[in-house]
């Protein structure tokens, strides 16, 4: 017993004390920084951009596509995009993912997410969600797992993953929906029990990413059903995602 306890006090805190506060490193690229001053035109960063997250005239970038790689920023010789390691960035609606000049962290992050009264009354207390990997990668599954972890614990907050969508409030989406995951998605969104909502976890479910063009995937779930929230990244970072369900459940 004196071993476990010295082993204990060694550890420290393992958990995050506070996800609304916690800080991501410093090379985390997260919200990006559009100065459209600094912009020359060379549309040298909408050429490098693997996921054509970027728009010029005026220069705007999507993270609902974007995958935040960092060609932009090295192909701008004028500075007009950088990132920062704001973390903060899911979203209520699609639009909102469109970063345009003069856009800040700060003002970006007070309209993103609104909370819903009737998503406040109904899930605010409990919130059970189900997993689908349409496709993906495996990376935004990891994370995904990872929010349950004993470091992110989105189980304090009343959040689960179920393994039924008979048990869950709604799905969590990652990857960009191939055609041999279509079907089941569908009968998996009938499965929910109503309310339920619909969560976009990743630049893929969201956009389709790098894989939008692509005859593979099969996005007509995603284009006739409306999303509840947005959550950008490539992969998602888990207090992104922790954090933009608490401000959708109300709970920030």
């Keep these: 017993m004196p071993n476990l306890i010295n082993i204990r006090i060694r550890q420290g805190t393992q958990y995050v004390p506070d996800v609304t506060k916690a800080a991501v490193n410093e090379m985390f690229r997260g919200f990006p920084i559009v100065d459209d001053t600094k912009c020359d035109n060379c549309d040298a960063c909408t050429k490098v951009c693997p996921s054509n997250a970027i728009t010029a005239k005026p220069l705007a970038i999507d993270m609902g596509k974007c995958v935040f790689c960092g060609d932009c920023v090295r192909a701008c010789s004028p500075g007009a995009i950088t990132f920062t390691n704001r973390h903060h960035i899911a979203a209520d609606a699609r639009e909102k993912l469109v970063i345009k000049n003069g856009m800040t962290p700060e003002n970006y992050e007070a309209a993103a997410v609104h909370v819903s009264k009737e998503i406040r009354s109904v899930f605010g207390r409990s919130l059970k969600l189900r997993s689908v990997s349409a496709g993906g990668c495996n990376a935004c599954e990891m994370e995904l797992n990872a929010s349950n972890n004993v470091n992110f614990d989105m189980g304090r907050f009343g959040i689960d993953i179920v393994a039924s969508?008979?048990?869950?409030?709604?799905?969590?989406?990652?990857?960009?929906?191939?055609?041999?995951?279509?079907?089941?998605?569908?009968?998996?969104?009938?499965?929910?029990?109503?309310?339920?909502?619909?969560?976009?976890?990743?630049?893929?479910?969201?956009?389709?990413?790098?894989?939008?063009?692509?005859?593979?995937?099969?996005?007509?779930?995603?284009?006739?059903?409306?999303?509840?929230?947005?959550?950008?990244?490539?992969?998602?970072?888990?207090?992104?995602?922790?954090?933009?369900?608490?401000?959708?459940?109300?709970?920030?």
């Design 165 to 252: 969508p008979r048990h869950a409030d709604g799905m969590v989406i990652t990857g960009p929906v191939s055609g041999n995951m279509a079907y089941a998605l569908e009968e998996t969104y009938r499965a929910l029990p109503t309310p339920k909502l619909i969560i976009l976890f990743g630049s893929c479910a969201i956009s389709g990413g790098v894989f939008a063009d692509s005859k593979a995937v099969n996005r007509s779930f995603i284009d006739s059903n409306t999303a509840q929230l947005y959550v950008p990244g490539c992969p998602v970072h888990p207090l992104t995602f922790i954090n933009g369900l608490l401000r959708l459940i109300g709970r920030i």
